[in-house]
């Protein structure tokens, strides 16, 4: 399969929100609602942020929501934190119990 | 505290092979699917292959096929991923990862494997 496409960059100042894009097709991202978001920090190892499209992991703040609407998902950070300076990554269940990342999005907090 | 702990990596030579471990503590490993993420250098994140909790199937991704193998011993709380005939491209860190409502809940801090001559 090929990588979902993300944008490569994206960036805001503090405060502001920010949303990363994550396209796929009908055999990924728009056939199951099984879509996961990923932060990595420079030599660090991926943190899950979201699953199931829009669900967080407990300990993820609520400043991170995600969404779908057919083929592409979408990850918006509100309020951006320093901290939040990280590249991220989308992942899909692609059938045949498989999985595609995104092709990774660095955000960038002015 | 879920802990992964991968171990194995190193250089090697175009055509050779290594054993990559990821020891596992603070969960109950032989309930959990688990999958071996990779990240080449400067590059993005790809899934490798992912194992049932009886280690009854497998699956892998099209470019490791034939070539790599997962396993698993539930006694020793142990993920194992055998690769054989490495090439340049398979250099990487490779994640080991617990595998959970078709996401990644929880990673290991990775080993890096270097394939070159």
């Known amino acids: 399969q090929s990588a979902l496409a993300q944008p490569p960059s994206a960036s805001g100042s503090p405060g502001q929100s920010v949303t990363i894009s994550c396209t796929g097709t009908s055999s990924d991202v728009g056939g199951y609602n099984y879509v996961s978001w990923y932060q990595q920090h420079p030599g660090k190892a991926p943190k899950l942020m979201i699953y199931?499209?829009?669900k967080r992991p407990s300990g993820v703040p609520d400043r991170f929501s995600g969404s779908k609407s057919g083929n592409t998902a979408s990850l918006t950070v509100s309020g951006l934190q320093a901290e939040d300076e990280a590249d991220y990554y989308c992942?899909?269940?692609?059938?045949?119990?498989?999985?595609?990342f995104g092709t990774g999005t660095k955000v960038t907090v002015l | 505290e879920v802990q992964l702990v991968e171990s194995g990596g190193g250089l090697v030579q175009p055509g050779e092979s290594l054993r990559l471990s990821c020891a596992a503590s603070?969960?109950?490993?032989?309930?959990?699917?688990m999958s071996w993420v990779r990240q080449a250098p400067g590059k993005g994140l790809e899934w490798v292959a992912k194992m049932n909790p009886d280690g009854s199937e497998r699956y892998y991704v099209d470019s490791v096929k034939g070539r790599f193998t997962i396993s698993r011993d539930n006694a020793k709380n142990s993920l194992y991923l055998q690769t054989n005939s490495l090439r340049a491209e398979d250099t990487a860190v490779y994640y080991c990862?617990?595998?959970?409502?078709?996401?990644?809940?929880?990673w290991g801090q990775g080993t890096l494997v270097t394939v070159s001559s």
């Open positions: 603070g969960f109950t490993f032989r309930r959990y699917w």
């Open positions: 992942t899909s269940y692609a059938g045949s119990s498989s999985y595609v």
């Open positions: 990862a617990r595998d959970t409502s078709a996401c990644f809940d929880n």
């Open positions: 199931e499209v829009s």
